[in-house]
């Protein structure tokens, strides 16, 4: 059973790789850092969240390639 566990883990590599260079779970990341660190202050909706950081990111490219 650990074999079919750990082969399983590796055929789901790289969707979980891709999924962090996506930013899959910055959502509930950003969620956990603001409830542990900030519990007073409102959690904006997953797209709130989403059109202030694309916005942000539009406003303050930084360095990227695109």
């Not at 930013?23 to 409830?35: I, L, N, Q, S």
């Not at 409102?42 to 989403?50: A, V």
């Amino acid at each position: 059973m650990e074999t079919l566990s750990t082969a399983l883990r590796w055929a789901t590599a790289p969707l979980r790789y891709w999924g962090e260079v996506l930013g899959e779970k910055d959502y509930e990341k950003f969620v956990a850092h603001r409830r542990a660190h900030h519990p007073h202050e409102s959690i904006p909706s997953e797209r709130e969240y989403w059109r202030q950081r694309w916005a942000e990111q539009d406003a303050n490219p930084g360095s990227r390639c695109c």
